[in-house]
């Protein structure tokens, strides 16, 4: 005996029942209903996205400009240091 690959069309619908014979038979209603709502939603979010995107790329430039001027102050900070370490290491000289 070979097993059954393909079920009779009656096993089938009985097994189904009403609710499944019911799904079956709205389904191709229900497909662009779904599709015709669920586009919307997927563009939404894509623009939520991209808009997330965008602040955040604002954000990281802006926490970069900050740092870049963090370190021009303490590069200026420390050269300031540096010089003023060479003049007190330097004997004065006075004219007169």
């Not at 209603?29 to 599709?35: D, E, K, N, S, Y």
Request: glycine share 10%.
């Amino acid at each position: 005996m070979a097993p059954k690959l393909i079920p009779k069309i009656e096993d089938f619908v009985e097994d189904l029942g009403i609710p499944g014979i019911a799904a079956v038979v709205l389904l191709p209603a229900f497909i662009p209903v779904v599709a015709g709502v669920s586009k919307p939603i997927a563009k939404a979010a894509i623009k939520g996205g991209i808009i997330l995107y965008e602040k955040g790329k604002g954000a990281i430039a802006e926490v970069g400009e900050s740092l870049e001027d963090l370190m021009a102050e303490a590069k200026a900070e420390l050269a300031e240091e540096q010089m003023q370490r060479l003049e007190a290491s330097q004997p004065h000289s006075e004219a007169g």
